[in-house]
């Protein structure tokens, strides 16, 4: 099968397309897909550049796991002998490492049906990002109605999701982005929307119960004085020098704020969760590039200059 893969770690252009074995179910409760779409994200392209956190699971000095991609949307060919879910020829998405390639097989428990009104390219856009989002806001953060939340890098793809998920609990939403993203951040449902080229957050007297730093730009000592007593900060970009978890250890213990480090944790309910709100019109992936495969550079590239509105998706079938 084709794949895009790296053999060395460093800029976009170590990837390529290469042919590879197709995978095989080997355990029971494993099912093999025919990828349609994959999305691109900033995991993938901190493990392409080796940085050091990612080189003590993937290889200190050339990567053990040559294709990247986490998300997958596609349809099934195989299933192992203990699935109970899905049957040949079902549409589905999910959680999967190595989704970069035409073939994967992710275990039962990390995929979902697909909505029936998504596309394979919305279905891969959400899996990673919208879990992320979801969790770090119901999970971490206890987001209930009427809350305050201030989400930066809005116009991510976890800070889209996060958005429509907040206002989707409740709360009241203020986004910060970027002059460019203003208006389709408004378009999102927004309360208020920042543009930090014009204005600094922490400087506008407003506090929040909770601030969801998704694009990994703050720290929590600068967000303390926008919290509200008991406030919660959450990053999920841990893999930053300056989200150090002795530095998040020692803001909680010194206030009664809290500062969490949030990564999502791939599950089938959620995904099943967030397949009922697209099908019910309450979230819906922004999508602003599809990439074939084979300009996989073109989409890191994308990827590494941190501009990303939305989501990147590549096109495998």
Wanted: charged share 25%.
């Amino acid at each position: 099968m084709k794949a895009a893969i790296f053999k060395a770690y460093g800029s976009p252009e170590v990837m390529e397309i290469s042919e590879v074995d197709k995978p095989s179910i080997k355990d029971e409760d494993r099912v093999l897909i025919r990828v349609v779409s994959a999305s691109v994200n900033q995991y993938d392209n901190l493990f392409r550049k080796g940085y050091f956190p990612t080189r003590i699971e993937n290889g200190l000095t050339k990567p053990k796991t040559q294709i990247l991609g986490i998300d997958v949307a596609g349809t099934v060919e195989a299933i192992g002998e203990n699935v109970t879910k899905f049957k040949v020829g079902d549409s589905v998405f999910g959680s999967c490492v190595g989704s970069h390639a035409e073939y994967v097989c992710p275990r039962q428990s990390f995929i979902s049906l697909m909505p029936n009104n998504s596309t394979f390219e919305e279905a891969a856009a959400m899996p990673c990002a919208a879990q992320t989002a979801l969790q770090a806001l119901r999970d971490v953060g206890k987001v209930k109605a009427g809350d305050k939340v201030l989400i930066y890098g809005a116009s991510g793809g976890v800070g889209h999701f996060a958005i429509q998920l907040a206002l989707h609990f409740g709360a009241e939403v203020t986004a910060v982005c970027s002059t460019s993203n203003i208006e389709w951040v408004k378009n999102l449902g927004a309360h208020h929307v920042i543009d930090y080229t014009q204005e600094d957050f922490v400087h506008n007297g407003k506090k929040y119960d909770v601030i969801l730093d998704a694009v990994g730009k703050r720290t929590f000592f600068s967000c303390l004085r926008s919290l509200t007593e008991k406030g919660v900060y959450i990053t999920e970009h841990p893999l930053y020098p300056k989200y150090h978890p002795i530095q998040l250890m020692i803001g909680s213990i010194i206030s009664s704020k809290k500062a969490k480090i949030h990564l999502a944790k791939p599950n089938d309910s959620d995904l099943v969760l967030l397949g009922e709100l697209m099908e019910q019109e309450k979230l819906r992936p922004v999508i602003e590039k599809c990439f074939p495969l084979n300009e996989i550079v073109e989409a890191h590239r994308h990827i590494e200059s941190g501009r990303t509105k939305g989501k990147v998706v590549l096109k495998i079938e």
